[in-house]
């Protein structure tokens, strides 16, 4: 179980630095001193040694899923999966709908929310790789809501699907890339050069253990996690969708104050946190759920024997 009063001082000591701006992108480094260490590998370490894949759930005999995916983790510590992050191959290309370190040499079965309406090929056995782009925060606000909805009545992990699909045809009428898969990796694949454009003016800070994004003048994400390390190596795949995002924003208004992203993030820690009991869980650590609603806001934080792994809020538009 996360502990509340250990999570609310562990955000009350983060400090936030002045926003790196690209178009109508705003990322502001947040620097968290004397996280705990922990032993876990990224997937994407994970992946270049061998050590885990990512399949269609039909492993038993049974027909696969378009909401479920096997992961098997053949290392000796756990592996850290982060939600919103798209996996492209096997059936259809998805996310993973909440944060999750999957245990030492274990197999999970993880809820999962398609991004590829117009494809289904449920019998294949290939292994899923990481795209290295992630929801933009419309999307991940919607997939993060639905999924708290969802645990808070018994139901799992489960997303709001039809949102989530209509979110994507938006995104590829907006910003391009459309295809005939409906996929979201064609508004990537189009913006690619762009999007590494802005990638380079808004690059890691140095010591940085997490980020708030604004996009068109409004905080719209925030990432933290234990580790600097951690961080600068997803820090390119969590802005991708924020920066796809602020393609489609005609007004390119002033990046707030940092004061206000920290207001936020301290209003998240003080909010009402709910635990996802064991029956819900997915992988081997701890699950608190909240929705902020004067702020339009939800957050998922995720913890290792009550220790920060991972903790991320994302806003409405």
């Known amino acids: 179980m996360v502990e509340r009063a250990k999570f609310q001082k562990l955000m009350e000591r983060v400090?936030?630095?002045?926003?790196?701006?690209?178009?109508?992108?705003?990322?502001?480094?947040l620097i968290l001193d004397d996280a705990p260490p922990l032993d876990y590998l990224l997937e994407s370490e994970a992946r270049?040694?061998?050590?885990?894949?990512?399949?269609?759930?039909?492993?038993?005999g049974s027909r696969a899923h378009w909401g479920k995916l096997r992961i098997a983790n053949r290392s000796s510590v756990p592996v850290l999966f982060v939600a919103g992050v798209v996996f492209k191959g096997a059936g259809q290309n998805r996310v993973l709908n909440t944060?999750?370190?999957?245990?030492?040499?274990?197999?999970?079965?993880?809820?999962?929310?398609?991004?590829?309406?117009?494809?289904?090929s449920p019998g294949?056995?290939?292994?899923?790789?990481?795209?290295?782009?992630?929801?933009?925060?419309?999307?991940?606000?919607?997939?993060?809501?639905?999924?708290?909805?969802?645990?808070k009545r018994g139901s799992g992990h489960q997303s709001d699907q039809d949102t989530v699909w209509a979110q994507v045809n938006e995104t590829?009428?907006?910003?391009?890339?459309?295809n005939a898969t409906k996929s979201i990796?064609?508004?990537?694949?189009?913006?690619?050069?762009?999007?590494?454009?802005?990638?380079?003016?808004?690059?890691?800070?140095?010591g940085s253990s997490g980020m708030a994004i604004a996009v068109g003048g409004r905080i719209r994400a925030v990432h933290l996690f234990n580790s600097a390390k951690t961080c600068e190596k997803l820090w390119d795949?969590?802005?991708?969708?924020?920066?796809?995002?602020?393609?489609?924003?005609?007004?390119?208004?002033?990046?707030?104050?940092?004061?206000?992203?920290?207001?936020?993030?301290?209003?998240?820690?003080?909010?009402?946190?709910?635990?996802?009991?064991?029956?819900q869980s997915v992988g081997c650590g701890e699950e608190s759920r909240s929705t902020l609603r004067g702020a339009q806001s939800s957050a998922t934080v995720v913890c290792l024997e009550s220790d920060l792994v991972h903790a991320c809020l994302f806003s409405a538009n």
């Not at 990537?188 to 050069?193: K, Q, R």
């Open 15 to 29: 400090t936030i630095v002045a926003p790196k701006c690209a178009g109508a992108v705003a990322v502001y480094p």
């Open 48 to 60: 270049e040694q061998g050590l885990v894949s990512v399949t269609e759930d039909n492993s038993d």
């Open 99 to 120: 944060t999750m370190l999957v245990d030492a040499e274990s197999t999970v079965v993880a809820p999962a929310t398609c991004v590829e309406h117009g494809r289904w």
């Open 124 to 151: 294949t056995s290939e292994d899923m790789s990481s795209t290295g782009s992630s929801l933009p925060p419309s999307m991940a606000h919607t997939l993060d809501e639905s999924v708290s909805i969802s645990v």
């Open 172 to 178: 590829l009428k907006d910003v391009g890339g459309s």
């Open 185 to 206: 990796c064609g508004a990537f694949t189009s913006n690619a050069e762009r999007i590494r454009s802005s990638q380079q003016e808004l690059r890691y800070s140095r």
């Open 237 to 279: 795949t969590l802005l991708s969708g924020a920066i796809l995002e602020g393609l489609s924003v005609q007004e390119k208004d002033e990046a707030p104050n940092p004061a206000t992203a920290l207001e936020l993030i301290v209003k998240a820690a003080r909010s009402k946190w709910t635990s996802v009991d064991s029956e």
